[in-house]
C-alpha cells in the first residue's frame, strides 16, 4: 500500500491527526510524512486545521464520498492539475483536480474511470492544437465542401427534372396540337 493510502486510511480512523501521530504511525522521517502531507493537501484530499506548533490533517469534508486519489496514477493527476478549470454554479474557481473532483460529484461520475477518458480526449485532440487553441478551420471547411457538393448536386437534379419536363410538354404538345399548317386556307 502506498504511504499516500496509509495516511488517509489512518486519518479516516482516527479522524484528525498530527504530523508526529503519522511520523510514529509510518515508521518514516518528519520531512517524508511532510512531503506526503503537502501533496494531499495540494490534491485537496486533505484540509489542516490550526497554527504550528500544533496542526492537525483531516479528511477534507466536501469530498469525503469521493473515491479516493491514491488510485490514480500520478501522470494523471499531473495532466488533470493542469489542464483543468471548473467554475462552480455559485462562481467558485475551482482548478485542477479539485475542480475535477467537485465537477464529477456534481455529474455523479465515477472520478477514476472520467479522469482516464479526459485524459484520453485530451491526447486525442492535442494534435489539432496550434498554439494552445484548437484549430477547428480544416473542419469548417470540409464541411463547407460537403454543403457546396451537396447543393451543385441538387442544382443538377433540379436542372435535369427541368429539362424532362420541357421535352415532354414540347413532345405533347408536337403530337396533340394540331399544326399551323393545318390552318392555312
Not at 15 to 43: S, Y
Not at 170 to 179: L, Q, R
Amino acid at each position: 500500500m502506498k504511504t499516500s493510502q496509509k495516511i488517509i486510511e489512518y486519518i479516516r480512523e482516527h479522524r484528525q491527526v498530527t504530523g508526529q501521530e503519522l511520523t510514529d504511525f509510518l515508521g518514516i522521517t518528519d520531512r517524508g510524512v511532510r512531503k506526503q502531507l503537502f501533496t494531499l493537501l495540494k490534491q485537496g484530499v486533505l484540509t489542516k486545521k490550526g497554527h504550528p506548533p500544533i496542526v492537525y490533517y483531516q479528511i477534507n469534508d466536501s469530498l469525503k464520498e469521493m473515491v479516493e486519489l491514491s488510485v490514480l496514477p500520478k501522470s494523471i493527476i499531473e495532466v488533470i492539475d493542469q489542464n483543468y478549470l471548473y467554475i462552480t454554479p455559485t462562481g467558485e474557481k475551482l482548478v485542477g483536480l479539485v475542480g475535477f473532483k467537485s465537477w464529477c460529484k456534481k455529474q455523479n461520475l465515477p472520478l477514476e474511470k472520467t479522469s482516464y477518458e479526459y485524459v484520453a480526449m485530451l491526447e486525442k485532440f492535442a494534435q489539432y492544437k496550434k498554439r494552445g487553441f484548437i484549430d477547428g478551420l480544416a473542419k469548417l471547411l470540409s464541411c463547407i465542401a460537403l454543403i457546396t457538393k451537396f447543393f451543385w448536386m441538387i442544382c443538377i437534379i433540379l436542372i435535369f427534372i427541368a429539362l424532362i419536363v420541357l421535352v415532354r410538354q414540347n413532345w405533347v404538345n408536337y403530337c396533340f396540337m394540331p399544326s399551323k399548317v393545318s390552318k392555312l386556307p
